[in-house]
């Protein structure tokens, strides 16, 4: 074929980042081939000096040429025939997506903590008699009926419940919370909960690797910051009995992930959290414990809480590395999409929506009400629809919403080189600040960060070969 008079232009999808350890090098990485290359920064200049390339004014070889071509960073394709293609993998993406329905029960709204940042507060407003009610037994009857109308292809289920709130783990909802599990268990399915621990004693013949599994929870520092954010309405501090009861649920081989709820007032403490769990001997249960930095950014929380000073995600990393501290943080999963990209030679795994709430999440609250999104449980602007009865009552258009929703019906998204690698950041947040999120400001800084460690591990790795 030939392919001389064919125009070239630099992509609008490529990405290029500065390698802090070398002076003439830079990754480029394309948006939506999900190429990686280390090139010199030579290249870089050529590609970006004209809108219009010509391969016989290149100040390299026709392999690199070709190369740079079957990559995706030298194209053929027009501004507008770039964000075509890329609306058409997105929308592939998606349907993809749309396969895998996975479920998430919330046996009551109610909560034993009194956080102040936490989205009870706005829940609380539907009234006491609304907020205290709970699953009944045959309202979880008629969410599991609901799970079969739903996700027919039961192949294609996620085989585990997420159990949510309020506080899932109520010791006041044991039953309830016992009847769910018993009846989902012959079903295969499995379960998680989000839960802040107070009450997990309770609860201690259910945890196991059969039954509940994983569980997810929160705490906000050392003792003195924990017990100033996480207060229970009767007993006041909360801190150790929820560190108690970590161990508890790992000597039941229950995994345990520790959310730390960080902000610049807390975060000098986690070394001394970390020694903690250190010297109660967590760390031991290495394929069940785990913790991680919970990055409180300001849209997420009450900006008028004093005991908060919030910070950004370039901040947020910068205190990390100066204190050497050895954690999880938001950036990890992207570096570890790009190391194990570059180790094995491959290309990135991409997506074209943020999470399973734009495809097949389906959340049950104990009043009938179906969701797609935990932020938003409790506000019925957000209804997808209501189980109660023994038809599905779906309002069509919060579903056509939310599950048509992708990287390419954002016009913002649609058009960033980041998208297929952000996956647009947070619906919610998209939904309600019209397709803008702090995402669009941290994900260029988080990247870079995560590029640069990612290409220093591995050349650290290749020469100890």
């Known amino acids: 074929m030939n392919t001389d008079s064919y125009e070239y232009r630099f992509s609008s999808y490529t990405i290029s980042v500065d390698l802090e350890n070398t002076k003439d090098k830079v990754m480029l990485v394309h948006g939506y081939t999900g190429a990686i290359d280390i090139a010199n920064k030579t290249i870089l200049s050529f590609l970006k000096s004209n809108k219009s390339l010509l391969k016989e004014n290149a100040p390299f070889s026709d392999n690199t040429w070709n190369r740079l071509l079957s990559r995706g960073y030298i194209t053929t394709k027009t501004k507008k025939e770039e964000h075509a293609y890329v609306a058409r993998m ?117 945890l196991s690797p059969d039954l509940i599994y994983s569980l997810q929870i929160t705490i906000d520092g050392t003792k003195e910051w924990h017990d100033q954010r996480r207060i229970h309405f009767q007993d006041g501090r909360t801190f150790d009995k929820i560190i108690q009861n970590i161990g508890m649920a790992l000597e039941q081989g229950v995994e345990v992930i520790v959310r730390i709820n960080t902000d610049k007032n807390n975060l000098d403490s986690i070394p001394e959290l970390k020694e903690i769990f250190a010297h109660l001997g967590y760390y031991k249960f290495e394929k069940l414990f785990s913790v ?158 995560a590029a640069n460690r990612a290409y220093n591990t591995y050349v650290l790795a290749s020469s100890d070969i």
């Open 90 to 206: 997105a929308n592939a993406y998606h349907k993809r997506n749309k396969l895998f329905s996975s479920f998430i029960f919330i046996p009551s709204y109610d909560c034993n903590f009194r956080c102040r940042y936490c989205i009870e507060s706005q829940v609380s407003q539907m009234g006491q008699k609304w907020i205290k009610k709970s699953f009944t037994k045959e309202m979880v009857d008629k969410a599991y009926q609901a799970m079969e109308k739903i996700g027919p292809h039961i192949e294609f289920n996620v085989k585990q419940i997420l159990l949510y709130g309020g506080e899932p783990l109520l010791k006041i909802n044991k039953d309830i919370v016992q009847y769910i599990v018993e009846k989902g268990h012959p079903l295969k399915y499995k379960f998680k909960a989000i839960t802040n621990g107070y009450d997990l004693e309770a609860f201690k013949d259910l």
């Open 292 to 449: 991680y930095v919970g990055w409180l950014q300001e849209t997420d929380l009450n900006p008028a809480d004093e005991s908060i000073q919030y910070m950004d995600f370039k901040e947020l990393n910068q205190r990390l590395v100066e204190k050497k501290i050895d954690i999880c943080h938001p950036s990890d999963m992207l570096y570890n999409n790009l190391y194990k990209t570059i180790n094995a030679k491959k290309l990135l795994a991409l997506n074209s929506t943020g999470c399973s709430s734009q495809s097949g999440a389906y959340v049950f609250d104990p009043v009938g009400n179906i969701y797609s999104c935990l932020e938003i449980v409790g506000d019925t602007q957000y209804i997808l629809g209501n189980y109660a009865n023994d038809v599905i009552q779906w309002n069509e258009n919060e579903v056509s919403k939310w599950h048509n929703m992708n990287i390419s019906t954002m016009k913002r998204c649609s058009v960033c080189k980041y998208a297929f690698l952000c996956h647009g950041g947070c619906t919610i947040k998209r939904i309600k600040n019209d397709g803008y999120t702090q995402t669009c400001e941290s994900f260029p800084v988080m990247f870079k960060i």
